[in-house]
């Protein structure tokens, strides 16, 4: 596996979730700083994202945030950030995380994670990238999405091997020997499934 200097990380803005999600992303934060790795995110100062944004500066790590303009005020967009990009759109917010990034870790989040999460696998399972996607199932929270994937499967809309592109860990601590232990490489695209 390549050397990861940079990872994004998809997560909800809201703080009405579990007090542990918090805790998570504050661990995350300090793993991150820990290991000399930039944190790239959607540059709110709010909820699980600005938990994990603040910790990983507490710990004094790196942090680039991306926004778009529309979303600065209600995501309140964190000015303290070791960079904070305001961009036009929400396309251009996740093309530029995920320029800036070595791979992906999605936490609990809402519909927005849950977009960020799908779009991600599908640029990866059309060979738009090779990055790994880490998803956190922290106490079975993204239980219902490996069931979804698993079902679609199943009626014949993806390939088996569509579910090897994400790999699911249970907490923070396995994040990074998740990392450690993947293959890089260019997934196959078969494409009778596009």
Request: aromatic share 6%.
């Amino acid at each position: 596996m390549a050397e990861i200097s940079a990872l994004c990380v998809y997560c909800g803005s809201s703080g009405r979730g579990a007090k542990s999600h918090l805790d998570a992303a504050a661990k995350l934060g300090r793993q991150l700083a820990d290991r000399n790795i930039t944190l790239i995110y959607g540059g709110g100062r709010v909820g699980v994202m600005g938990k994990t944004a603040d910790a990983t500066l507490d710990a004094g790590g790196e942090v680039v945030g991306i926004i778009p303009r529309f979303l600065d005020e209600y995501e309140i967009g964190h000015t303290e950030l070791t960079r904070l990009e305001i961009v036009d759109s929400m396309h251009e917010r996740k093309s530029r995380m995920a320029e800036l990034s070595d791979g992906f870790v999605i936490l609990p989040g809402g519909l927005g994670t849950l977009e960020e999460l799908f779009e991600t696998l599908t640029w990866k399972q059309l060979g738009l990238h090779t990055k790994p996607i880490i998803v956190v199932d922290l106490a079975g929270f993204w239980r219902p999405v490996r069931t979804l994937i698993d079902s679609i499967i199943e009626q014949g809309y993806a390939q088996p091997e569509n579910v090897g592109l994400l790999t699911f860990v249970p907490t923070i601590d396995d994040i990074f020997p998740a990392l450690a232990k993947l293959p890089s490489g260019v997934s196959k695209v078969d494409s009778k499934w596009l």
